[in-house]
């Protein structure tokens, strides 16, 4: 089953983005290869929805994160190999060869450049398979003591240590790229790397991407302090998270939040700046990349694994379809209440329900939602409001709504936000005396 989200929820908590320098994708995106860099999107566009396949994956980053290996190559060394190895002329040797020929005249009439790159890419392609041997041979002695055979990616080193000790390969090991070769000797050895063992040399290159992106990843991790999850498979809804943060923010606060049938809505408030659009997307942030089996900002985290995820927090307008902001809001709600109803079980997470309306409706509209997602203890539902009135109503009508709050702590008239999750129901309505902080009407008035 694929997991669930949206491109609503991609953009909410900002996971995507090869181009934006703040997305969570770029976070983590190191990568040294080109493919790595794909499949380390690929990943980020299909969360793992099966604990045996998510707590497998954990395991060879945490691997990779605790050897400390570095990736083999640079970015000029690989990128070298790789377009040698993607310019195919003809399977015939024949053909091949004459191809060769008309780029030996073309260099020798012409001064072109193609036959010496054909040569470079050659040579850099034997050295490259030479290093990467003992660089596996050395990865798959420390593999042998660290990973366990029944995770695929013991499976994947012992099968390119094959590949790289087959006998169709064995002439590599004695070839010397320094010395002279002749026209024809290099003709055959071309033949033999991009045509006659294609298949192989394709089967390396997957193996190096996915390398990059293990280690590049794990490099992340160890860096920044990060844990793996504990994911496990079960009906139950459990969300533990032991000292979550948002992994872009310097020296951000770390908060508890767990969420399980019992009770499976968290019910925040909190004046406005207090952070709670920032611990929502910190804790969305976190379930995403456990279900990817990532390294992720917390202390501790444990979790039975869901099927998808929605937020509410970033609603814009729709002026091509005549939305108003409220009635975008509206038709959001419904969205997710149409999936809520499908009968997945969820994360589900809204940031100032209705706060395009007027505050009567928005309290009465926050109540009437939150009351009936909360009956739905399958889900899990963390909804945030500055509107306090509703969480005492809240209060007293439902008994599996755990309510927390970020307070505000006042030095003379100056607000501040130790970023803290409390117990109850925050009563903080400091907005005026942050306008008359920033002389607003003084400016008006002048």
Known sequence: MKFAIDKQTLEDLNLLGRYKTNSIYNLYNHTVTRGGGLILEQMFLNPLTNATEINARKTVFSFFQQENFAFPFSKAEFDLTEHYLENIDSKSIIFSALKNIRRKAAKLIANDKEFDLLQDGLAGTITLLKKFEVFVRNLSEVANSKISRSVPYYGSVEKIIGILHDKKLSWIYTFNENNKITFWQLALCDHKLRYSNSDFLKEIIRFLHNLDVYIAVSDIGKKRGFVYANAFDADKLSVDIKGIYHPCIPNAIANDIHLDNNSNVLFLTGANMAGKSTLMKSFGISVYLAHMGFPLAARSMDFNVQQGIYTSINVPDNLNMGYSHFY?????????????????????????????????????????????FSRIHECAFIVSTHIMEAGITLKERCNNIMFKYLPTTLKGSVPSYPYILDNGISNDRHGMMIINNEKIIEIIRR
């Open 328 to 372: 975008a809001e509206v038709v959001r709600v419904k969205k997710i209440a149409t999936e809520v109803a499908s009968g997945k079980n969820l994360i589900i997470m809204f940031d100032e329900l209705f706060k395009g309306t007027n505050v009567k409706d928005a309290y009465d509209a926050t109540v009437a939602i939150t009351e009936a």
